[in-house]
């Protein structure tokens, strides 16, 4: 059995502990989000906190390590707001790589990464991990996470407006965990008519029962400002702690089910016990 570790993040560990860790375990979760703007309730970081809290909660319970979180992701569409800063797709690419190169160097083997920016960072972090296992290291097994996902089994029953950018569960979760960063005052029952805006084509609840016969479409940072000039996209003033910790504390139950079920059955993809 593994030896008690004073912290789940490798940031706050030596590396005798990570050499000790490496001896009965090889799965490291790796939290990305986002420095974007989150309309006027929300913090810039709210989606790295969304990472951060579920990679931390996740490893608690299954007893696993977090690499630091990644603070960056692909924002452009968010850069009419001050304080957005956007990775390119590239960069966003590289960085998952070059980390992951690290991580299989020590000995890692199954790297888990929790996106708490949805759907802007997943072409980078599922073309950058499908790249990695065939061309540079198929002896490592990737997952990506991701919250629109992982959380089909609770978020429709939990919020009741459409969840696209700001929506009612990514602020519940972080004001459930970090009470002090929303500003609960400016929650705001504006929300843009995304079908007027984009086509009824358009997929404008992320977290929805039935998602439809969708057509994606971007827009400019621009647009953006001009279609929702208070940055949020979704109608949040129904968001509360505990819808928060209900929607938290499903997806850290069904991830570290997930943790278990690989524990079960490590090693190639193709030969299972
Ligand atoms: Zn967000």
Same mark, same amino acid.
């Given at each position: 059995?593994?030896?008690?570790?004073?912290?789940?993040?490798?940031?706050?560990?030596?590396?005798?502990?990570?050499?000790?860790?490496?001896?009965?375990?090889?799965?490291?979760?790796?939290?990305?989000?986002?420095?974007?703007?989150?309309?006027?309730?929300?913090?810039?970081?709210?989606?790295?906190?969304?990472?951060?809290?579920?990679?931390?909660?996740?490893?608690?319970?299954?007893?696993?390590?977090?690499?630091?979180?990644?603070?960056?992701?692909?924002?452009?569409?968010?850069?009419?707001?001050?304080?957005?800063?956007?990775?390119?797709?590239?960069?966003?690419?590289?960085?998952?790589?070059?980390?992951?190169?690290?991580?299989?160097?020590?000995?890692?083997?199954?790297?888990?990464?929790?996106?708490?920016?949805?759907?802007?960072?997943? /072409?980078? *972090?599922?073309? &950058?991990? @499908?790249?990695? %296992? +065939?061309?540079?290291?198929?002896?490592?097994? $990737?997952?990506?996470?991701?919250?629109?996902?992982?959380?089909?089994?609770?978020?429709?029953?939990?919020?009741?407006?459409?969840?696209?950018?700001?929506?009612?569960?990514?602020?519940?979760?972080?004001?459930?965990?970090? /009470?002090? *960063?929303?500003? &609960?005052? @400016?929650?705001? %029952? +504006?929300?843009?008519?995304?079908?007027?805006? $984009?086509?009824?084509?358009?997929?404008?609840?992320?977290?929805?029962?039935?998602?439809?016969?969708?057509?994606?479409?971007?827009?400019?940072?621009?647009?953006?400002?001009?279609?929702?000039?208070?940055?949020?996209?979704?109608?949040?003033?129904?968001?509360?702690?505990?819808?928060?910790?209900?929607?938290?504390?499903?997806?850290?139950?069904?991830?570290?089910?997930?943790?278990?079920?690989?524990?079960?059955?490590?090693?190639?993809?193709?030969?299972?016990?």
């Amino acid at each position: 059995m593994a030896q008690k570790l004073s912290s789940v993040w490798l940031n706050e560990l030596t590396w005798e502990d990570v050499a000790e860790y490496l001896k009965h375990e090889d799965i490291i979760i790796l939290p990305i989000g986002s420095t974007e703007q989150h309309g006027p309730a929300g913090p810039l970081g709210l989606d790295t906190y969304v990472a951060i809290s579920l990679a931390e909660d996740v490893a608690r319970s299954a007893g696993v390590l977090c690499t630091p979180p990644v603070w960056f992701g692909d924002s452009s569409h968010h850069l009419g707001f001050p304080g957005t800063i956007s990775l390119r797709l590239e960069t966003v690419r590289a960085l998952v790589k070059d980390i992951a190169s690290s991580l299989a160097k020590h000995g890692f083997r199954n790297i888990l990464i929790i996106n708490g920016h949805k759907s802007a960072n997943l /072409p980078a *972090l599922l073309s &950058a991990t @499908k790249e990695l %296992r +065939e061309y540079e290291m198929p002896e490592v097994f $990737f997952a990506v996470i991701d919250p629109m996902k992982i959380s089909r089994g609770i978020a429709a029953q939990t919020k009741e407006a459409k969840e696209h950018h700001c929506g009612e569960l990514e602020i519940s979760e972080v004001w459930h965990k970090y /009470p002090h *960063l929303i500003k &609960a005052d @400016k929650l705001t %029952r +504006e929300a843009p008519d995304l079908h007027r805006l $984009f086509s009824p084509f358009f997929l404008d609840d992320l977290m929805g029962k039935g998602a439809g016969d969708t057509i994606d479409i971007p827009w400019t940072s621009q647009e953006q400002r001009e279609f929702a000039p208070t940055g949020s996209l979704s109608d949040s003033s129904r968001a509360s702690p505990q819808k928060g910790q209900r929607y938290h504390d499903y997806m850290v139950a069904r991830i570290v089910e997930f943790i278990e079920w690989r524990r079960q059955h490590r090693g190639p993809i193709t030969r299972q016990p």
